[in-house]
């Protein structure tokens, strides 16, 4: 056990989903996707004070609206994580560097929630990873993912995650726009139930043949199939973006962040001419699992 003023300190990487398919609609009331997800080096930073003060604590340039409060999804997984072992979170304190936007996504609430579950699971020691993976299903659906990282095939609602050769190094340019919408995730499912469903076929072509180099052009994601209706803006941002740059930017998951993706070298070129559009932009690039 460590002192009680000892404070682990982790990463929490965001990530771009590749290929993000929503292929059906489930029983249970969420739908089945089949996405290829990627972690990226922009990250928040966690850190855990195992002797308190309890409670968790926010800081950093994406700091807003992120709940300072037992209703963070960091905080709940210590507390699913808890639970399923017999060791109350207690006098846990959780401390977030928001370095990654919310609600834009790019997993960043989900990522910060895995990071607590590893760095438990250093301070508690001995748990075996059907507990973390447990813990990481029942707070959400890319919690599980972002317990690996790196790149990665995800099916079921998210949970059920294969691991896939690293992808060698990518830039990425994120766009975030100022605002987003409430219940943004559910919301964007909802609208997609409307539609009929697609067939899905790209994850399962970028598993059986990585591609050694991917680009904005390539990436597939269902939710562009609403979300220049739901969110209001994108689809000018979207071309004006295209126009300044020269090249596909693609939504990052439910949204509302736009992202290219393409050769490290062109980044800093892309983002600076990205400049002056109603949005943060932010250049990185693509890791893999090393950074836990
Ligand atoms: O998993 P997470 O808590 O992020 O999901 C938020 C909401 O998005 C769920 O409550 C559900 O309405 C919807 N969802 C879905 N199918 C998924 C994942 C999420 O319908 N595979």
């Known amino acids: 056990m460590s002192a009680p003023d000892r404070a682990r300190v982790g990463l929490a990487p965001a990530k771009v989903n590749l290929v993000l398919e929503v292929v059906g609609r489930r029983a249970d009331g969420y739908h089945e996707i089949d996405t290829i997800l990627q972690t990226l080096a922009l990250a928040d930073g966690v850190t855990l004070r195992p002797g308190g003060p309890p409670g968790v604590s926010v800081t950093g340039p994406f700091a807003g609206g992120v709940p300072a409060d037992e209703t963070n999804l960091a905080w709940r997984a210590a507390v699913a994580l ?3 072992v017999g060791r109350p979170p207690g006098s846990l304190g959780i401390h977030l560097d928001k370095q990654i936007p919310a609600a834009g996504g790019l997993g960043g609430g989900a990522s910060d929630a895995a990071t607590v579950l590893r760095l438990l699971e250093a301070e508690w020691g001995g748990l075996p990873q059907a507990a973390l993976l447990e813990a990481a299903s029942s707070i959400g659906s890319d919690e599980a993912f972002f317990l690996l990282g790196g790149t990665a095939r995800a099916t079921g609602r998210g949970e059920r995650v294969t691991p896939l050769p690293g992808l060698p190094p990518h830039g990425v340019v994120l766009f975030v726009p100022p605002g987003t919408i409430e219940r943004k995730t559910a919301s964007m499912f909802a609208a997609l139930g409307r539609l009929p469903f697609e067939h899905a076929c790209a ?4 598993t059986r043949h990585p591609p050694g180099r991917v680009t904005a052009g390539q990436v597939v994601n269902s939710f562009e199939r609403v979300a220049f ?5 994108l689809a000018g941002l979207q071309a004006g973006l295209e126009a300044a740059i020269g090249e596909p930017v693609r939504l990052a998951g439910a ?3 736009l992202f290219w993706i393409g050769p490290t070298a062109q980044a800093a070129g892309v983002a600076s001419a990205a400049r002056g559009m109603d949005c943060t932009v932010i250049a990185t690039e693509t890791v893999g699992p090393q950074w836990r």
């Open 203 to 206: 994850a399962g072509e970028f």
């Open 82 to 84: 808890g639970g399923i």
């Open 255 to 257: 949204g509302p962040t």
């Open 229 to 233: 209706d739901v969110f209001p803006g």
